[in-house]
């Protein structure tokens, strides 16, 4: 069988790569993904088994320092298999920012917990500790070693810190109320990996996290996710419920209800060669961070993302937040103005508490979150961008051309 190389890569069809569109973030496959897949064909070890997802969880394992690391089909099947394994239980409550992709929250109501919604900081937009420490306080009491939310009534158990867009959560605070309540922690770091929270990789500090390697995260296996633990019992039972909880391979014994929620090996083998170019990737990354904050800086009315003095953010998005009153114009008519220039943005995410299917969970000083949802405006950040200037120069020109005069008048 004769084996050829692709030509032009085939991007999702929203990311057209071929007409001078610029992309929000697209994979760079520039490693031995061709060689590690074509291996799984030539060897038909294409499916749920296969030499390539172990040594994609040891890898990963490895890199972050922790103990074990289960495959999982994708970053939400993560998330909904580390709370099962966390035992958080129906009708319990996890706290969740206000502010982020939806699938943790619906992996909470997967289980049938329910989520809290609080809110994100000013400077880092991340899960405000202070916030949570408040909602603690002043929201629950502590009966029978349990916190009790006194306005539902059910008991708190876990918090859900999202590390959003790149950026670490401030986790020491997280933790200790975690500690002094018994909470358990559980890392969405889906964004973040390669990301390090005063000199630790983010994903070993709680008790349990959840990454992604969905086709724009920092590395893809086109669909997939890994669940990362230091708990030896949960990294079993994630593998189990992964494996459709089975008991008894031959005779079909199934002892709890299980899910079919494991990498195939293609998808691993994809993932291993991805691994091997994470530090390039962060590094091209932090570049794009770099280069946009140095051109962006004097723009009236645009805020700038801040990198935290005890992180190291992998600026997955870079994103920057309009204010209308000070810019030209709203986020959402800069947007069209850069696809007038073919040059994709997007808002950051609506906030999750007033999302029809969520309007009934409870949600705790909301302010930060819905400023960050009105003016935040992600751009160009695919690793690639990094290679040569030029393209983030033409969307720098659109931003810095719709925006106020700096000799006094407005543009347009
Ligand atoms: C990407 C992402 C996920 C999960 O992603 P999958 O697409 O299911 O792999 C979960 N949480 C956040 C915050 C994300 O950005």
Request: glycine share 6%; aromatic share 8%; hydrophobic share 35%.
């Amino acid at each position: 069988m004769s084996f050829t190389n692709p030509t032009p890569m085939q991007f999702e069809p929203e990311h057209p790569s071929t007409d001078g569109t610029i992309p929000l973030c697209v994979p760079s496959i520039n490693g031995n993904e061709w060689r590690y897949i074509k291996e799984c064909l030539d060897t038909n070890w294409v499916s749920s088994a296969g030499g390539f997802v172990d040594r994609f969880e040891l890898a990963i394992a490895n890199y972050l320092g922790a103990k074990h690391a289960v495959a999982t089909s994708n970053g939400t099947a993560a998330l909904h298999l580390a709370l099962l394994a966390s035992n958080i239980q129906p009708d319990e409550e996890v706290i969740v920012p206000a502010l982020t992709f939806v699938a943790p929250a619906n992996a909470v109501r997967y289980i049938g917990a329910w989520p809290v919604f609080i809110d994100v900081d000013p400077d880092y937009w991340q899960l405000d500790p202070t916030k949570v420490k408040d909602f603690v306080r002043n929201e629950c009491r502590w009966q029978r070693d349990a916190l009790v939310n006194k306005q539902s009534g059910r008991r708190v158990r876990g918090i859900l810190p999202v590390h959003l867009l790149g950026h670490p959560v401030d986790l020491d605070p997280i933790m200790e109320i975690a500690r002094d309540f018994d909470l358990t922690v559980i890392e969405d770091a889906t964004e973040s990996l390669g990301a390090t929270y005063k000199g630790q990789p983010l994903g070993v500090i709680g008790d349990i996290a959840c990454f992604s390697f969905n086709g724009n995260k920092i590395i893809t296996t086109g669909g997939g996710g890994m669940v990362v633990t230091n708990n030896e019992d949960w990294a079993r039972k994630v593998k189990y419920l992964s494996t459709q909880a089975k008991d008894d391979p031959i005779e079909y014994v199934h002892n709890e209800i299980g899910y079919n929620y494991r990498m195939t090996n293609i998808q691993a083998a994809m993932g291993c060669a991805q691994l091997e170019q994470l530090e390039q990737k962060i590094t091209a990354k932090r570049f794009i961070g770099e280069f946009y904050h140095d051109q962006l800086k004097s723009v009236g009315g645009i805020e700038l993302p801040r990198e935290a003095e005890w992180a190291k953010s992998i600026y997955w998005l870079y994103t920057i937040l309009i204010d209308h009153d000070n810019y030209n114009m709203d986020s959402r008519t800069l947007m069209e103005l850069l696809l007038e220039d073919k040059i994709q943005s997007r808002p950051l995410w609506h906030t999750i508490h007033d999302l029809p299917s969520y309007r009934r969970c409870q949600s705790y000083h909301v302010e930060v979150a819905s400023r960050l949802h009105r003016n935040g405006l992600s751009l160009p950040s695919s690793v690639d961008l990094a290679k040569n200037t030029s393209d983030l120069e033409r969307v720098i020109n659109v931003i810095r051309n719709q925006g106020p005069n700096p000799h006094g008048g407005v543009n347009r």
